[in-house]
């Protein structure tokens, strides 16, 4: 009995020893490591010239970090702005394969992101400041030397938003920005908006309606990314305006509209006034009378635009997007005969015929500039 009792005994203890030794041995325990101590590339005081290419990159690469456990570390890029310490750093990434590798491929794009947020314009050229931040779990250490490198930033946006929006005190959605009327999109990486502009009052252009977008503004004829979320412009009268953007060559236009009429070919000028509604929509009321000839009656017709920039005043025709166009259409005519599209002036050429239903009556002109769809405009009777 004696000897089971201290069997029993025996077993006790063990347990407990046991018990005592799996507590102590998962109690977790900071790996030390070493910082990394040197860098190898690219060399200190680098120049580099960003290029547009989706495959343009920069090679880093740096000395592995030494583990206590034997383990590998993972790794940080860390970039500053040139008199920064590191300790709020503008930008951190990982290097490749996950942090595993003690190199990291860096596309030109991000890079011209982080310029930007060290303050850099589009086109400018400045210096940053790079180091490498080496991690096991909770351990952290940086690396004991950090270099420079010399960056011109793109001419154009790497990183080119896929809608644009204008918002803003002196827009036509004011500063409520669920209510930012959106830019239609020619071309990649170019937008345009028609729309009325308030005198003294601010707009800019954002990327999305949600609550952190990013924000853009024309500074003369640059277009410029905000890093602070500020940033704006003024017209300085009142009136419609015609803003293109290209985020391609960073570049901002604004063109007044100082109006826009039906043109009628035969009589060669407007005879019917179109006024402004809001949301890059105009229209127009009048009467029409086909002009007779010895050879008949003449529909023929085109929308005028009539603008001004830097003081220089340019008359345009909007036409069909078939310059070969030359029939009147029917009731049931595909919406496409009436898209749009910016001609030369002249008086015969790239215009639409009228439905003889519209001879002698009066007519209401829709023509439609925005991002609905297709630039396009309607006729009816007038009411």
């Not at 402004?276 to 029409?288: D, E, L, P």
């Not at 030369?344 to 009066?362: C, E, I, R």
């Amino acid at each position: 009995m004696k000897t089971k009792t201290n069997i029993l005994l025996l077993l006790l203890l063990s347990i407990v020893f046991l018990g005592t030794s799996c507590t102590q041995d998962m109690e977790y325990k900071d790996v030390a490591l070493t910082a990394v101590k040197q860098l190898y590339a690219p060399k200190d005081g680098y120049s580099l010239q960003l290029l547009s290419s989706a495959t343009a990159s920069q090679y880093f690469e740096w000395a592995t970090s030494k583990v206590e456990d034997g383990g590998s570390p993972l790794y940080e890029v860390v970039f500053d702005k040139k008199d920064g310490d590191f300790s709020k750093p503008i930008y951190r990434l990982t290097s490749d394969d996950m942090g595993t590798r003690n190199y990291a491929t860096i596309s030109h794009k991000v890079l011209d992101k982080i310029a930007a947020l060290a303050g850099l314009g589009s086109g400018e050229t400045g210096t940053l400041k790079w180091t490498v931040v080496s991690s096991r779990g909770l351990s952290e250490m940086t690396a004991e030397q950090s270099r420079t490198i010399t960056i011109t930033r793109l001419l154009g946006f790497a990183d080119i938003p896929a809608q644009v929006y204008i918002t803003g005190e002196g827009s036509e959605g004011g500063t409520d920005i669920s209510k930012a009327l959106a830019f239609s999109s020619p071309a990649n990486g170019e937008f345009e908006i028609f729309t009325k502009l308030e005198a003294g009052k601010e707009y800019h252009f954002v990327s999305t309606k949600d609550a952190s977008p990013r924000l853009f503004y024309s500074d003369g004829t640059s277009l410029k990314e905000s890093s602070t979320g500020t940033g704006s412009t003024t017209v300085a009268e009142t009136g419609t305006y015609r803003i293109n953007l290209d985020f391609n060559i960073a570049t901002a236009s604004i063109t007044k509209i100082k109006s826009i009429g039906f043109y009628f070919c035969p009589e060669d000028e407007v005879t019917i006034d179109f006024s402004y509604q809001g949301n890059g929509i105009w229209q127009g009321t009048g009467h029409v009378d086909f002009y007779q000839w010895d050879w008949g009656k003449d529909q023929r017709y085109k929308i005028e635009m009539v603008s001004e920039k830097s003081g220089v005043e340019s008359v345009t025709h909007w036409g069909p997007t078939n310059p070969s166009l030359d029939n009147a259409p029917g009731d049931d005519e595909a919406a496409s005969y009436y898209y749009m599209q910016e001609w030369p002036a002249s008086q015969w050429d790239n215009k639409w015929k009228l439905q003889d239903k519209f001879d002698g009556k009066d007519v209401t002109f829709t023509v439609y500039l925005n991002a609905s769809g297709h630039y396009t405009h309607s006729i009816k009777l007038a009411n």
